[in-house]
């Protein structure tokens, strides 16, 4: 077993939306890193990545039930809680109710339990907290976000509310602003970026991808190891260091569908990709910015991504063509 990076007791973590996106691969490093014993993961989904997080220990949640939250965290003496629970952007626009009530009602939940067993919490945010309004290039730390989706609104919400809590009780919280995430381990779930996920198993398995955002649209994104690594950089930095909490931009990489498309084909020259417009995602994606500006993380907590687009197209075609035997 390793201590944190700035030594002491070694920390029991629980994970709450583990068997996501993010969850999934957080899960395995922070047990590489704290050890298996030392970290919880929890979801309401026991099907999806069951053989990963069955690795260690398991319990099932959701993130509204209160009291069973406040269980594990008796049991098991959590000091670190990380929040990935959220209904992703185009999902959240089919039913904003549900949206507001899991990824503010559980924020709310996890905020107020965190405070009575003063335990640090991570909650993100994303690049969707902006809006049309916001600067498109090199965005600021701290701009207007006025976002026009219920998922960016929950997101500008999160944060004023995690710094409130730090503000006003001192609870110890922190986040970032992901752009879109690129991961070879989970396939899409609804999110607007998700089409920098879909086209490699599509370009792998069928030679053909039909792209639902125009070719010339740029996205500020970011591969899997390093969302991981910021994640797990940000909980570990010293609290006197950070001027920033909720939540550091961060950024990796910009492209857009057919620059992607074009790094492909340096691999699979017989791919082909052509295009079928969603109107709604498309809108989506246009209010976001096509860059950010991740100044105050290097600055304050020494943010450094390791992978730009070749190098993570170069990975994602590797390890997705052994998994799919396409090798």
């Known amino acids: 077993?390793?201590?944190?990076?700035?030594?002491?007791?070694?920390?029991?973590?629980?994970?709450?939306?583990?068997?996501?996106?993010?969850?999934?691969?957080?899960?395995?490093?922070?047990?590489?890193?704290?050890?298996?014993?030392?970290?919880i993961a929890a979801d309401i989904n026991t099907e999806l990545n069951a053989d990963i997080l069955r690795a260690g220990i398991f319990e099932k949640v959701d993130i509204l039930d209160e009291k069973k939250i406040v269980e594990l965290m008796k049991q098991y003496r959590i000091d670190t809680v990380f929040n990935l629970v959220a209904l992703l952007s185009a999902k959240g626009e089919d039913a904003p109710q549900l949206s507001w009530t899991i990824n503010i009602g559980g924020l709310k939940n996890l905020l107020d339990i965190c405070l009575d067993f003063d335990a640090s919490l991570f909650t993100p945010s994303s690049i969707a907290a902006f809006g049309v309004n916001t600067p498109k290039e090199n965005?600021?730390?701290?701009?207007?976000?006025?976002?026009?989706?219920?998922?960016?609104?929950?997101?500008?919400?999160?944060?004023?509310?995690?710094?409130?809590?730090?503000?006003?009780?001192?609870?110890?919280?922190?986040?970032?602003?992901?752009?879109?995430?690129?991961?070879?381990?989970?396939?899409?779930?609804?999110?607007?970026?998700?089409?920098?996920?879909?086209?490699?198993?599509?370009?792998?398995?069928?030679?053909?991808?039909?792209?639902?955002l125009k070719e010339d649209t740029q996205m500020d994104m970011m591969y899997m190891p390093d969302a991981i690594n910021a994640a797990i950089r940000l909980m570990e930095a010293d609290p006197l260091k950070l001027k920033h909490r909720n939540a550091f931009n961060v950024t990796a990489m910009q492209f857009t569908p057919k620059q992607l498309y074009v790094e492909i084909k340096k691999h699979l020259p017989d791919f082909v990709m052509d295009y079928e417009i969603n109107p709604v995602k498309q809108a989506i994606a246009d209010s976001w910015p096509n860059s950010l500006d991740d100044s105050c993380a290097r600055e304050e907590w020494g943010w450094h991504p390791k992978y730009n687009m070749s190098e993570m197209t170069a990975d994602m075609l590797k390890v997705l063509k052994a998994r799919l035997k396409r090798i």
Request: hydrophobic share 30%; aromatic share 12%.
């Open 139 to 212: 965005t600021p730390q701290n701009t207007i976000q006025r976002p026009s989706t219920i998922y960016g609104v929950t997101k500008v919400t999160g944060e004023l509310l995690c710094d409130y809590y730090y503000l006003k009780y001192g609870l110890d919280t922190r986040g970032l602003r992901y752009p879109g995430i690129i991961s070879n381990v989970t396939k899409p779930g609804g999110g607007t970026t998700d089409y920098a996920v879909q086209i490699f198993y599509d370009a792998i398995e069928k030679g053909h991808y039909s792209c639902f």
């Open 1 to 39: 077993m390793k201590e944190n990076l700035f030594g002491g007791d070694m920390k029991k973590i629980l994970v709450i939306g583990a068997a996501g996106q993010i969850g999934s691969e957080l899960v395995v490093e922070l047990r590489n890193l704290y050890g298996t014993n030392n970290v």
